[in-house]
C-alpha cells in the first residue's frame, strides 16, 4: 500500500481545511487507515482513524466534532475535513494504513506500517 497526501496550506484560525490521502492498489474494507500529525518538538499524535469500509471512525478528543474522517471507495481516497481550526492544530498531518490492525489499536501510531509524506497546515491566530 502506497500513500499520497496532499491537501495542507496556510489558513487562519477558524477556517476549514481538507485533506486528501490517494490509497494505491486495491484497499480492502478491512484496511485501516488513520489521520496523524506532529508539531515541531513533539511527538506524532493520532487525530483521527477508521476502516476503509467507514464504519468505525474514532477521533483524538482534542479534534472530536471539529475534524471528520471520511472514505471515497470510488477515488480510493481518504479525507480528513477540518473545521474550526485552531493555532494549536498547525502540524506536519502524516495519513497512514495498515492490513492488520484490531479495532482496539486504531489509535496506535505503532500499529500502521505504511505511512504517506507530510502535508504541512499552519493555522494563524
Known amino acids: 500500500v502506497q500513500l499520497q497526501a496532499c491537501g495542507g496550506g496556510l489558513v487562519q484560525a477558524g477556517d476549514s481545511l481538507r485533506l486528501s490521502c490517494v490509497v494505491s492498489?486495491?484497499?480492502?474494507?478491512?484496511?485501516?487507515v488513520a489521520w496523524f500529525r506532529q508539531s515541531p518538538g513533539k511527538e506524532r499524535e493520532f487525530v483521527a482513524a477508521?476502516?476503509?469500509?467507514?464504519?468505525?471512525?474514532t477521533y483524538a478528543e482534542s479534534v472530536e466534532g471539529r475534524f471528520t474522517i471520511s472514505i471515497d471507495n470510488a477515488k480510493k481516497t481518504v479525507y480528513l475535513q477540518m473545521n474550526s481550526l485552531r493555532p494549536e492544530d498547525t502540524a506536519v498531518y502524516y495519513c497512514?494504513?495498515?492490513?492488520?490492525?484490531?479495532?482496539?489499536?486504531?489509535?496506535?501510531?505503532?500499529?500502521?506500517?505504511?505511512w504517506g509524506q507530510g502535508t504541512l497546515v499552519t493555522v494563524s491566530s
Open positions: 477508521n476502516r476503509f469500509s467507514g464504519n468505525y471512525a
Open positions: 492498489g486495491r484497499p480492502s474494507g478491512r484496511l485501516a
Open positions: 497512514a494504513a495498515s492490513a492488520s490492525v484490531i479495532l482496539s489499536n486504531l489509535r496506535s501510531r505503532t500499529a500502521y506500517s505504511n
